[in-house]
């Protein structure tokens, strides 16, 4: 069976199966002296804003990974980076909510970004164990050069045949990763990998089948996805660029080597690009940056929108 056949082989997942609980909210209650439970009266003293409490069942028992390990300063810079990729890409997709081209895309693409979502709150609070840091800490309260996601993450959504290229190469790349990872020497990071590839897969998935429906649709459609392919290019090299940092945690097992990766990332798209017949683009390579806290123009605005709350209301919970 060829690549295209393995990621092609199902259509594109239901997505109202994954996170439907996240975040779910209940009123509050109290007991009763039988034993039932009804709404708190209000009185006096009662915050007329009223108070949401979030269902008992702790947020952390969600997350994916080893209870009660500390991360090293190593192993915490590598889950960082991991996290940023996953917690910016998640928040580019949320935008596409109430404005993909099909109603069902809206479900789909705003269920890939609650799977992502899951992913980087995974990463961060491991990354976090190092310091003391939580993951909200991590997401809502560090400053643009402190992130360390690859350039691929933040480019904009575009129109759709640009986020869908953004998807391709994302998903291909996050699958070769967590499935490296999933044999990691670091067993927290195993078990999110373990989680995270299963996910991925499918997202791949549904990038593959956009890519082969928009290439081999109308003259237009056609036309914007191969704008789009060679507009995202240029930003692949920057994941598979090896660094210090990796060089020392894969020696010790921990890390996948990124340029080990890059020869299966190429054959999968080769094997995609030839249905689609598109080619892979040449010229123009980005220098990235991301890693070590140099980012894309957009990612400030990016931030900006996403910590705004977090900022302006310091402490509040709900």
């Known amino acids: ?18 996170g439907a609980g996240e975040g779910r909210v209940v009123p509050p209650v109290v007991e009763r002296a039988e034993g039932e439970t009804k709404r708190p009266e209000p009185t006096p003293d009662t915050d007329l804003r009223g108070e949401v409490t979030v269902d008992q ?25 991991l996290g940023d990729d996953a917690l910016i890409l998640s928040q580019q997709l949320g935008a596409w909510i109430a404005r993909a081209p099909e109603l069902e895309e809206d479900v789909a693409l705003g269920n890939i970004a609650l799977d992502l979502l899951g992913h980087a709150r995974s990463l961060l609070r491991y990354a976090g164990t190092f310091d003391g840091r939580s993951e909200d800490d991590l997401a809502y309260w560090r400053d643009e050069p402190e992130f360390r996601s690859a350039w691929l993450f933040e ?11 953004r998807q391709l190469a994302a998903s291909v790349y996050q699958f ?22 299963k996910e991925v897969d499918y997202h ?28 995202v290019w240029p930003y692949i090299d920057e994941l598979f660029r090896d660094e210090p940092l990796t060089d020392r945690l894969a020696e010790i097992g921990v890390a996948a080597r990124p340029s080990a990766l890059r ?3 190429d ?7 030839a249905e689609a017949e598109l080619t892979v683009p040449e010229g123009f390579v980005s220098s990235g940056g991301g890693r070590r806290g140099s980012h894309f123009s957009t990612l ?13 209301h310091p402490g509040a919970t709900w």
């Open 155 to 165: 480019q904009p959504n575009g129109d759709f045949a640009h986020t869908i290229a």
């Open 263 to 265: 020869d299966r990332f």
């Open 1 to 18: 069976m060829s690549d295209v056949q393995r990621v092609s082989s199902r259509s594109a997942r239901s997505t109202t199966e994954e």
């Open 204 to 231: 791949r998935d549904h990038a593959v089948q956009w890519t082969l429906r928009l290439a081999g649709g109308t003259d237009e459609s056609r036309r914007r996805m191969i704008s789009a392919v060679a507009d």
């Open 300 to 312: 400030g605005y990016l931030l900006a929108e996403m910590q705004v709350l977090a900022r302006q």
């Open 267 to 273: 054959a999968v798209v080769a094997a995609v690009f």
């Open 57 to 81: 069942v702790e947020l952390s028992a969600e997350l994916a990974g080893a209870e009660g390990l500390a991360a090293t300063a190593d192993v915490a810079e590598y889950a960082l980076c």
């Open 176 to 197: 070769e990763l967590y499935s490296a990872l999933s044999s990691s020497a670091d067993d927290t990071l195993a078990a999110i990998a373990d989680k995270a590839v």
